[in-house]
């Protein structure tokens, strides 16, 4: 499955973006799909995760309460919508689907992944 994300930007601090995910079919593989995040000079991490049913989503501590992920299965999309935006929220951020584990932690890995688009939270 082919990921593209879509939806980067330079905000100002307290700000708010929605990224997209398009995803090139739909199948089982895309069951589950994730965001996940990587900061200049640091390792790529979890941010927010969803199954095909939109339930029960799950996103890293240093988002709750901000960040919200949902999808629009007719569409083949997932999105991230991200309010109160914070400096340390800079990164590449990517989308991937296909998980290979680790379903329901931070650890949760996948095998696709989408090129990454910018967000840049300045202060």
């Known amino acids: 499955v082919q990921l593209q994300a879509s939806g980067g930007g330079l905000v100002q601090a307290g700000g708010s973006l929605r990224l997209s995910c398009a995803a090139s079919?739909?199948?089982?593989?895309?069951?589950?799909m994730g965001w996940f995040r990587q900061a200049p000079g640091k390792e790529r991490e979890f941010v927010a995760a969803i199954t095909w049913s939109g339930s029960s989503p799950y996103y890293a501590n240093s988002v709750k309460g901000r960040f919200t992920i949902s999808r629009d299965n007719a569409k083949n999309m997932v999105y991230l919508q991200m309010n109160s935006l914070k400096p340390e929220d800079t990164a590449v951020y990517y989308c991937?689907?296909?998980?290979?584990?680790?379903?329901?932690?931070?650890?949760?890995?996948?095998?696709?992944w989408g090129q990454g688009t910018q967000v840049t939270v300045s202060s």
């Open positions: 991937a689907a296909d998980v290979t584990g680790g379903w329901g932690t931070p650890d949760v890995s996948f095998r696709s």
């Open positions: 079919t739909r199948t089982r593989r895309t069951y589950a």
